[in-house]
């Protein structure tokens, strides 16, 4: 299970900092990911982080204002999202991978998300 938390209402230009923790599984194991979908829209994968934290990625949208890190003592992910404008309002997802590596596309468990929404 994975339980994300840190949305919420925000102006143009602020931050917010998602966190997603996981339960019944190990963390260690996985390549783990962020993915948002606004409404009327597909969901898009904005980050993802190998199970080591060695290598990260990031969609263009996002790319300088957004970092995605990982503790893996504590099971958790997060999303550091700065600069923040309308174009980020979405629900955001944290993803389980089914393996180590962001490169693999399978993406095998979805937490419920949390409502992000920048206001101008």
């Known amino acids: 299970q994975l339980d994300e938390s840190g949305g919420g209402l925000v102006k143009s230009g602020g931050s917010l900092r998602l966190s997603c923790a996981a339960s019944?599984?190990?963390?260690?194991?996985?390549?783990m990911g962020w993915f948002r979908q606004a409404p009327g829209k597909v969901a898009e994968r904005i980050s993802c982080?190998?199970?080591?934290?060695?290598?990260?990625d990031y969609a263009d949208s996002v790319k300088g204002r957004f970092t995605i890190s990982r503790d893996n003592s504590k099971n958790t992910v997060e999303l550091q999202m700065n600069s923040l404008n309308s174009s980020d309002t979405a629900k955001y997802y944290c993803?389980?991978?089914?393996?180590?590596?962001?490169?693999?596309?399978?993406?095998?468990?979805w937490g419920q998300g949390t409502q992000v929404t920048v206001s101008t």
């Open positions: 993803v389980k991978n089914r393996r180590d590596a962001c490169s693999d596309m399978q993406w095998d468990l």
């Open positions: 019944g599984i190990i963390m260690d194991y996985y390549a």
């Open positions: 982080i190998s199970n080591d934290g060695r290598v990260k």
